[in-house]
């Protein structure tokens, strides 16, 4: 690794193929999110429908049920009416009958028992009647609290159907809102990298071993590194200087709410290297990348702030074989990017 990192590239051309790859995977990253919160907005909707229907379901038994049980209260009092009817009909012959009977005292001792006989079984009728008609009264109050139960029924259908509805507008108005405060947060993240990107354009002015590539600023790690070793050297330090001074100010400027990292990737070329401190591509990018990191926490850049990633061999900018494709490979880049 020491030799595949000893050799300086020529400066190639610029590929803006990771740049858009990074811009695509943002723009579906923000897509998947609001799908996301698409997809929550329906499920809460689904379960507050499917709470409605339930009860809607339940009213519509209950209501059947009290529908049944008037329909069987009608069918109990109009036999409750012919039986009425017919023990009027019945007093009204028996009380003819008695009259017939006086008038037939004075036939014979035996018509008195008779007319007692038929006496008690009058009484008895009419005591019938009677209970009856209390039979009849009962009926009659069951089925006016039987109406005023369906009455608080359907009041308590209409409320739902409210409820429901005003549910569904809020949850409207909510995911309208949050849509709105996303895109502003996107707007307001995106000019402020555009500022930061312009003021780090100004401070690296035209180096030709300093490119932007896409939405990254790309720094040969000969510029930080020995070839091997992951300890800054000494003429790298003014450059982090006025990355940490650029990345300050911006911290000062964004709003707390907003979330923001600085990325620090670490990469290498495909040559392996198989050290003790070293035994991977991995673990050489991780510890570069971990170096700058520390380098910009120690001169005041919040660490929350930072983030350090090693890429080994696997993101390469030129896919060649050759001294300066890899040379190319072997990079420090950073990108301002969200949380």
């Known amino acids: 690794m020491g030799l595949a990192e000893g050799g300086r590239g020529r400066r190639a051309g ?8 990074d811009a695509l995977s943002t723009l ?9 919160f698409f997809v ?62 006086r008038g037939q005292i004075d036939a014979g001792s035996g018509a008195a028992g008779r007319i007692a006989e038929l006496g008690a079984q009058v009484e008895t009728e009419r005591q ?41 507008a809020r949850i ?9 405060a996303l895109a502003q947060r996107v707007q307001e993240l995106a000019r402020y990298r555009s500022d930061f990107f312009g003021r780090l354009r100004q401070i690296l002015g035209n180096r030709p071993d300093v490119r932007i590539v896409g939405d990254r600023f790309v720094f040969q790690s000969e510029l930080f590194f020995n070839a ?9 330090t003014p450059e982090l200087d006025r990355i940490a001074s650029a990345l300050l100010d911006l911290d000062r400027q964004i709003p707390a709410d907003i979330p923001w990292v600085m990325r620090v990737d670490g990469h290498t070329d495909v040559r392996p290297i198989a050290t003790f401190q070293f035994p991977s591509n991995w673990a050489l990018s991780s510890s570069r990348a971990i170096a700058v990191v520390q380098y910009l ?30 040379a190319r490979n072997r990079r420090i880049e950073l990108k301002l990017t969200e949380r």
């Open 14 to 21: 610029l590929n803006y193929w990771p740049g858009f790859v």
């Open 28 to 36: 579906l990253l923000v897509i998947i999110f609001l799908l996301s």
């Open 297 to 326: 926490v120690s001169r005041g850049v919040p660490p929350q702030r930072l983030v350090a990633a090693g890429f080994g061999e696997f993101q390469p900018l030129d896919t060649g074989t050759t001294d300066e494709a890899f």
């Open 128 to 168: 019938n009647a009677l209970r009856a008609g209390q039979q009849i009264d009962l009926l009659n109050q069951q089925i006016t609290a039987l109406r005023r139960q369906l009455a608080a029924l359907e009041q308590a259908l209409d409320a739902s159907e409210s409820r429901d509805r005003e549910s569904q």
């Open 228 to 236: 091997g070793q992951s300890i800054l050297k000494p003429e790298a």
């Open 172 to 180: 409207a108005d909510l995911g309208s809102r949050l849509n709105v």
């Open 40 to 101: 929550l907005s329906q499920f809460f909707i689904a379960q507050e429908l499917t709470g409605r229907d339930a009860v809607l379901e339940r009213l519509n038994r209950q209501i059947s049920d009290l529908t049944d049980l008037l329909a069987l209260e009608r069918s109990n009092r109009r036999g409750l009416e012919e039986t009425l009817n017919g023990l009027r009909s019945t007093l009204a012959q028996s009380e003819a009958d008695q009259a017939r009977l």
